[in-house]
């Protein structure tokens, strides 16, 4: 991967922490950040040993949507073929299935605020952190535009009744709205109490086999989608690959009341740069 000009990224126990690190634009999606946030979630794809991915922001805010400025400039592009309003909008799309899709758990954490495309990466995470004083809200419509690529994501999120009420009539929602509507799993108090939140739950995750994770994650997106007997003859398969690998330590480790080997622990330190 080649370096990176727009985002942080770490390894730490096997977790990548991906920080966006424009606070001069609060961490605006300008396509330059897409095309690194793509190249990132390429390596969790890949690297079998990749557990996680946490997404957060510097300078105290998570993600400020798109870069209006860029939008500017595709107004004024010309193509004779394509219109490239609709194709670059279309291909942050495509990124954003990627990001959902994700066979590991992908977390937000969440400061500041996450505004437009900014509440679209929270909604693609299994898991949402934030503090109390966070902000969240679809801010397409008050530019006249809408939050085309990430609707089905805020959908899936927080439901269609609720999409429509934010999109329609640009509520901004304080940390504790977005809790009771579901789009955050946890708050915390402050930035401290965050990374301790955060280094809690990735824990959790580690007590968790890892190649067993990422089996359970595209299992259950699939639930709903496809007839039942298909998919139990596949998680048949699947749990039978499981109980040959990682399961023989599991059903070890726990017959011996010792933890098992992929276990980890995390502290604020750990998880904080």
């Known amino acids: 991967m080649a370096d990176l000009a ?24 300008a396509p330059e950040m897409v095309v690194e946030l793509a190249d990132i979630v390429h390596v969790a794809e890949s690297d ?39 194709a670059r909008n279309r291909d942050f799309g495509r990124f954003m299935q990627r990001l959902a899709a994700l066979p590991i758990p992908l977390i937000a954490v969440v ?12 909604c693609a995470a299994d898991l949402v952190l934030a503090t109390q004083d966070a902000r969240f809200a679809l801010s397409e419509t008050s530019l006249g535009i809408i939050p085309a690529q990430i609707a089905p994501f805020v959908v899936a999120r927080v439901g269609q009744r609720a999409a429509l009420r934010l999109g329609l009539f640009g509520e901004r929602l304080s940390g504790e709205d977005a809790q009771a509507l579901g789009l955050v799993d946890e708050l915390a108090a402050d930035t401290a109490h965050l990374d301790a939140l955060l280094a809690q739950w990735l824990t959790r995750l580690c007590a968790c086999a890892p190649g067993a994770n990422r089996a359970l994650k595209p299992l259950l997106r699939r639930c709903g989608h496809e007839s ?46």
């Open 111 to 122: 400061e500041g605020g996450a505004m437009g495309g900014g509440m679209g990466l929270a």
């Open 48 to 86: 079998d040993k990749v557990r996680a991915l946490v997404l957060r922001g510097a300078g105290g805010f998570f993600c400020a949507g798109g870069n209006v400025v860029n939008f500017q400039v595709r107004l004024s592009a010309q193509d004779s073929n394509d219109d490239p309003i609709a």
């Open 6 to 29: 727009h985002i942080l990224l770490r390894r730490q126990h096997d977790v990548l922490f991906a920080t966006l690190n424009r606070p001069d634009t609060r961490n605006a999606l």
């Open 228 to 273: 039942d007997d298909t998919l139990l003859d596949d998680a048949a398969q699947q749990f039978a690959a499981c109980m040959r690998h990682e399961g023989a330590e599991g059903i070890a480790a726990f017959r011996e009341k010792r933890p098992a080997a992929w276990r980890q622990a995390f502290g604020t330190a750990d998880v904080h740069a």
